[in-house]
């Protein structure tokens, strides 16, 4: 986390391989207990000091065995012995693998009965290495035992609202964000987002924020409507149940503490980015497909276009996560204008939303500078200095991938690993 309690404080990540180097640039304040903590775009890590990822597992294949096939992976879960966990939404199904990518079994698969998916799309690891997958259209958590068995699933509350988001960290806390919507009729125009702490039998623990609902998605008239490239929270749940969170609007990020005092505020300018008529485009048609595989006539899609509306530019930022030796990590929007012409190609909003390139910010919330993901790699978990996310190949075929981040200096790495500090939550959608 990066609260600095039990991590490296200060200048240690800052340049941690030598004492000399590039010095903080932005300034820090105190305000009522809080720190505001406002970076300018230089960076602190010096040359040879920036970090970098290397690719050291990759699991899939185009053709031969079905077992290593993917449609459409959403979300991953990775247990304490490296057992990899897999989601397929459009297989509904789970399949894992060893932490060396071989096959175990495979779970779920479509239906109603018991330990089977309908509309699954989050995946976390709970307590004692329980996994957990959301089924909205079941209205259930379905939860399965370490050797692949199904356990007695949870009651999803849908009488509240829609679950938008699951967060869970490594010690099995889970949070989850509820948007209040009257499915018979409209969304309240002022309604209210709640992200709340859940017990291990899914009731409610504790509240830990609210905030205005975002307008991404809403119900109007009791249909839904689409509002992209708007304001949106972006937040994750850290091991110590620590928020960090911001509205995408400004490159702004607030850390709360688990009795819901703010603690920090970190502030990095950026440059705003106006959304295009092929911004537009693109998203259409990848709406488009989508619609046309769920079995929508192609004739309706003018209809559902009346639905979609875009926002003027785009979001200050895309995702945010901890890392090693309590870094945050921020990761910039990308646009179609960063794509290649075979990219647009293959287009996938879901995917292609957030660029290859994330900020990094030390334990007090200094800018460090910027780690670049391969291209086409969307990252899933942030495990230590491990990182799991998905793939694609030019024919838009999907492998899970684990990169593993080079460059810790070996004092802070030797810190890190004997404090616990910088380990990550297990997914920006994993609860436990």
């Known amino acids: 986390m990066i609260n600095g309690r ?112 309908q509309g699954a799309i989050f995946l976390f690891v709970g307590p004692g290495d329980t996994l957990f997958a959301p089924d909205n259209q079941n209205q259930r958590i379905n939860r399965y035992a370490p050797d692949g068995s199904v356990l007695q699933s949870i009651p999803l509350r849908l009488e509240t609202g829609m679950p938008v988001l699951f967060q869970a960290t490594t010690t099995g806390r889970v949070a989850e964000q509820m948007r209040p919507i009257d499915f018979t009729g409209t969304a309240a125009p002022d309604s209210m987002d709640v992200v709340l702490l859940l017990a291990s039998d899914g009731s409610v623990e504790d509240t830990l924020f609210t905030f205005p609902s975002g307008r991404t998605f809403q119900v109007i008239g009791g249909a839904p409507e689409f509002n992209f490239y708007t304001p949106e929270m972006v937040w994750l749940l850290a091991d110590n149940t620590d928020v960090l969170f911001g509205v995408n609007d400004e490159y702004r990020i607030t850390v709360q503490s688990a009795d819901g005092t703010i603690t920090r505020i970190v502030t990095m300018p950026f440059e705003r980015r106006l959304v295009t008529e092929q911004d537009q485009q693109a998203l259409l048609g990848f709406l488009d497909q989508m619609w046309v595989n769920a079995g929508v006539p192609p004739a309706l899609l003018p209809r559902l276009h009346e639905r979609v509306s875009f926002g003027e530019s785009f979001p200050a930022f895309n995702a945010i996560q901890t890392g090693p030796a309590g870094t945050m990590w921020v990761q910039r929007v990308q646009t179609t204008a960063d794509l290649t012409e075979e990219e647009l190609e293959n287009f996938n909003a879901f995917e292609d939303s957030g660029a290859p390139e994330w900020d990094v910010f030390d334990s007090e919330g200094r800018y460090l500078g910027v780690v670049a993901m391969p291209k086409r790699f969307a990252p899933r978990l942030f495990l230590g200095d491990q990182i799991y996310g998905v793939w694609r190949d030019d024919l838009d075929v999907q492998y899970v991938v684990r990169l593993r981040i080079r460059g810790i200096a070996p004092e802070l790495a030797a810190r890190w690993s004997t404090d616990g500090g910088g380990v990550a939550p297990r997914a920006t959608s994993t609860p436990s």
């Open 6 to 117: 039990g991590y490296v404080l200060v200048a240690a990540v800052a340049c941690a391989a030598c004492n000399e180097g590039p010095r903080w640039t932005g300034t820090l304040t105190d305000s009522a207990g809080i720190r505001i903590v406002i970076n300018t775009a230089d960076g602190m890590w010096a040359p040879g000091e920036t970090w970098t990822v290397e690719e050291e597992l990759r699991i899939g294949a185009v053709e031969e065995d079905p077992d290593f096939q993917f449609g459409m992976i959403s979300f991953l879960a990775v247990g304490s012995d490296g057992t990899i966990s897999v989601l397929d939404a459009q297989a509904q199904e789970i399949k894992q693998f060893t932490a060396n990518g071989a096959h175990v079994r495979t779970l779920g698969g479509p239906g109603q009965g018991p330990g089977e998916l």
